[in-house]
């Protein structure tokens, strides 16, 4: 058996939806998939319409501050989650709308760039993000995904709208209270610290396998996870055309999945 525990869908900011996402899994052999959206349990419902012999796991990615950097945590669940977990992720949709519009506002104050709330709607499909804004922006004006991010909304530019995170240690209690595991999605990508000084605020495990992570980097995520008693995960955090990672190349199976499966198995 082998697991891709880091998927997104058309629910936040993925271009395929829960049913494309269950034939690529049929397909590359995947025996286990853990949908991981950006702040929405959104997926769960197109998950309850499927008739797979793949098991699908409920999860979330949430976006949380430590030291001034957005990072991001992985919760996955044994059924739905409870109505303040719910509340908050709803809270966020209204907040990513709000901040939808306004990037649209600034991107034709600042850089005569005119696109429509609606047609990015129709790109989301879900929760409205950044990447949905870049592609109405390349169908429209004809640049590159990576373009519209330099030049027009990324994080140093003009259009760019900041939004309000959750703290680590809030998001790791929000989760826990809802009986999630915890895990430290892809530590590579933090910046501004050291991810060692946070794998002992709660996690229960931490994701070794990622595109974004050579074997040099896993292998020392390895050994930070057994000397801190923490399981490990794997997956591709698959985005679809946006982003060049591949549905296949990162998962985990054999011992490492059964002792997740195990642990998830057991929440009550």
Do not use: W
Not at 37 to 46: F, G, K, P, Q, S
Not at 72 to 101: C, Q, T, V, W
């Amino acid at each position: 058996m082998k697991a891709n525990l880091h998927i997104h869908t058309t629910c936040s900011d993925g271009t395929k939806t829960v049913k494309e996402i269950n034939e690529l899994a049929i397909k590359y052999g995947f025996d286990v998939v853990a949908i991981t959206d950006h702040d929405t349990l959104n997926a769960v419902y197109d998950i309850k319409k499927l008739n797979t012999k793949v098991k699908f796991i409920i999860g979330v990615e949430l976006s949380c501050k430590y030291k001034n950097e957005v990072i991001h945590i992985l919760g996955y669940f044994n059924g739905m989650p409870d109505s303040n977990l719910i509340d908050y992720l709803k809270e966020k949709e209204r907040e990513r709308y709000e901040r939808a519009i306004k990037i649209i506002e600034k991107l034709e104050k600042y850089y005569d760039i005119k696109i429509s709330y609606d047609k990015v709607k129709k790109k989301a499909d879900g929760l409205i993000g950044r990447p949905h804004i870049a592609e109405v922006i390349c169908a429209k004006y004809g640049c590159t995904f990576d373009e519209a991010f330099d030049k027009y909304i990324g994080d140093d530019s003009k259009a760019y709208v900041p939004y309000t995170v959750i703290s680590l240690e809030d998001a790791i209690k929000l989760l826990k209270e809802n009986k999630a595991l915890v895990v430290l999605a892809h530590p590579v990508l933090i910046k501004k610290f050291d991810y060692k000084e946070i794998i002992n605020k709660g996690f229960d495990g931490i994701e070794v396998y990622h595109p974004n992570q050579g074997e040099s980097f896993s292998n020392e995520l390895l050994k930070v996870a057994k000397e801190n008693n923490l399981f490990i995960t794997g997956g591709s955090d698959y985005h679809g055309e946006i982003i060049e990672n591949k549905f296949e190349e990162s998962y985990i199976e054999g011992n490492d999945l059964d002792i997740f499966l195990k642990l998830l198995n057991n929440l009550s």
